[in-house]
């Protein structure tokens, strides 16, 4: 009997994915926990594996697919592969074409099935699900049949003109070659959730950013004279992160509004410090939080942070990993970016922007010297926290950081 793929529970709040790509092919043996199928969700990519052994029979489902959990992706036959149910030779006729055609779309009658994200989005936009023609299996109504229908008007014939034109203009040709050095990819579902996410932080928050400017020499000769005593004992470098989370940490216990969110008409103030630290891959940047920050030293924070960045870019975080920051750091200066506006990763109120090390002339004690400058940037919600106490919180991080002892103590 063949037993069905189905899509496995994705996480909290997470109800839909997109197929990605098939690790099997049709007639392939697997074995118990052989990875099929992977599945992009809005936060983090994953792969259905097998539960039984036998062959894939048969695809359902295929790339850029919608899919709800529960939801059938294919199936594995038990049979022993090169032989039929009776034991008999397979035919000449390839398995591929085992899976028959998907039937034409059928208008989705009053009250027809639909996906949880298209009840939501046709709520928002005020959309009739029974008028709708769904796309998805059996006729569910899925989110792209909400989107396509959002706001298009039904086409109208122009009106003639009042005179017919005396020397039309002939109509550009289109270039053939400029076609061909076009290509169409599709958007993965985390980086349409990115940019839904950056789209919504501009939309529900009143978004500020202050700036500042750090001299990073005290915390550069710190590094220099530990460095290497730091690495042998405690087996990972020090970085600039740690200070970076301690002294924001110092600054969020001084300040606790940048360490809340908004929930109704309510203040949610956190006594916690769980720091959501940026890591940029391929498909966008990645979220990944150090827990507790507060309560662990500086080995322990480079030590967690070097482990979450290397599960981001081999794609195996998991959902816990990327849930329920307080405040968040990025650092745009790896790429070299001098000054920039990081953008609220909602539903936190505020985030930190480190940015490159550019040694520049500054006045000290009435001296022109030079010294190695870091711009700071600081985004917040102006919607509870007052433009005040945001220039106050950076101000604090920069004391911090330009005073290492205190670090060691406040942060």
Do not use: C
Request: no cysteine.
């Amino acid at each position: 009997m063949p037993a069905e793929i189905r899509v496995p529970a994705l996480g909290e709040s997470v109800v839909e994915a997109t197929v990605g790509k098939w690790l099997k092919k049709v007639g392939d043996p697997v074995a118990p926990g052989d990875p099929l199928v992977s599945l992009e969700t809005d936060k983090v990519d994953m792969e259905v594996a097998a539960e039984e052994a036998g062959v894939l029979a048969r695809m359902d489902k295929h790339s850029g697919d919608t899919v709800a959990v529960g939801e059938v992706l294919g199936s594995l036959s038990s049979v022993e592969p090169g032989l039929s149910d009776n034991g008999a030779r397979p035919s000449a006729e390839p398995l591929v074409g085992a899976a028959p055609a998907p039937a034409a779309p059928e208008p989705a009658a009053p009250g027809a099935q639909a996906t949880p994200v298209a009840r939501r989005l046709a709520t928002e936009e005020r959309i009739d699900l029974a008028g709708l023609r769904g796309s998805g299996p059996g006729g569910r109504i899925t989110k792209q049949d909400v989107s396509a229908a959002r706001g298009i008007p039904a086409p109208t014939a122009p009106p003639p003109p009042a005179t017919p034109p005396t020397s039309p203009l002939p109509a550009a040709p289109q270039s053939a070659a400029r076609e061909g050095r076009e290509e169409r990819v599709r958007l993965s579902r985390r980086r349409q959730t990115i940019a839904r996410r950056l789209v919504d932080a501009q939309h529900t928050a009143a978004m500020l950013t202050t700036f500042n400017e750090v001299d990073m020499s005290a915390i550069m000769e710190v590094r220099k004279r530990r460095k290497d005593g730091f690495k042998e004992r405690h087996g990972v470098g020090l970085g600039f992160m740690s200070f970076f989370t301690k002294a924001s940490i110092g600054a969020l216990k001084a300040y606790p509004r940048l360490n809340a969110e908004i929930q109704g008409d309510e203040i949610i103030l956190k006594r916690y410090y769980d720091i959501g630290i940026a890591v940029g891959m391929d498909e966008g940047l990645v979220v990944p939080v150090v827990r507790d920050a507060d309560q662990k030293s500086f080995a322990q924070i480079e030590r967690e942070i070097v482990a979450l960045a290397g599960r981001a870019r081999g794609n195996t975080l998991t959902l816990s990993d990327l849930e329920g920051g307080t405040f968040t750091i990025t650092n745009g200066g790896v790429y070299g970016s001098l000054l920039s506006t990081p953008i609220l990763n909602t539903p936190q109120v505020g985030i930190l922007g480190m940015h490159k090390i550019e040694e520049r002339p500054i006045v000290v004690a009435g001296q022109i010297v030079i010294r190695p400058m870091m711009y700071l940037a600081l985004s917040y919600d102006h919607r509870i926290v007052d433009g005040s106490e945001a220039v106050r919180f950076l101000v604090r991080i920069k004391e911090l950081l330009e005073d290492p002892e205190a670090l060691l103590l406040e942060g």
